[in-house]
Nanobody, 118 residues
Framework: QVQLVESGGGLVQAGGSLRLSCAGS????????MGWYRQAPGKRHELVGT???????NYADSVKGRFTISRDIVKNTVSLQMNSLKPEDTAIYYC????????????WGQGTQVTVSS
């Protein structure tokens, strides 16, 4: 039923930028708090940030000031603009409906790989 597809990942040098997009089918993002999450090699799952129905955002301290989450109601997408990327940002990035800091267990997609080289 619900499918989430992340895109936009790639390989960039430190200091560069990437914009990730999350598209949903079988779900309308506009009525949920949405979140971006990441999992780096050898690291545990981490909440990157969230955006509420009203567009209010919150970010992890590690990305605050560098990352921006936004919504496109018409396209039913959620984006993650990443600037001033650091090697420690290297991870697989996922979007999901946020359930108090973690994604809905039934909705996880494949994620998109972000690799930041030094």
């Amino acid at each position: 039923q619900v499918q989430l597809v992340e895109s936009g990942g790639g390989l960039v040098q430190a200091g560069g930028s990437l914009r990730l997009s999350c598209a949903g089918s079988g779900i309308y993002f506009g009525i949920y708090v949405m979140g971006w999450y990441r999992q780096a090699p050898g690291k545990r799952h981490e909440l990157v940030g969230t955006i509420t129905v009203g567009g209010r955002t919150n970010y992890a301290d590690s990305v605050k000031g560098r990352f921006t989450i936004s919504r496109d109601i018409v396209k039913n997408t959620v984006s993650l603009q990443m600037n001033s990327l650091k090697p420690e940002d290297t991870a697989i990035y996922y979007c999901n409906v946020d359930r108090g800091g973690t994604g809905d267990r039934d909705y996880w997609g494949q994620g998109t790989q972000v690799t930041v080289s030094s």
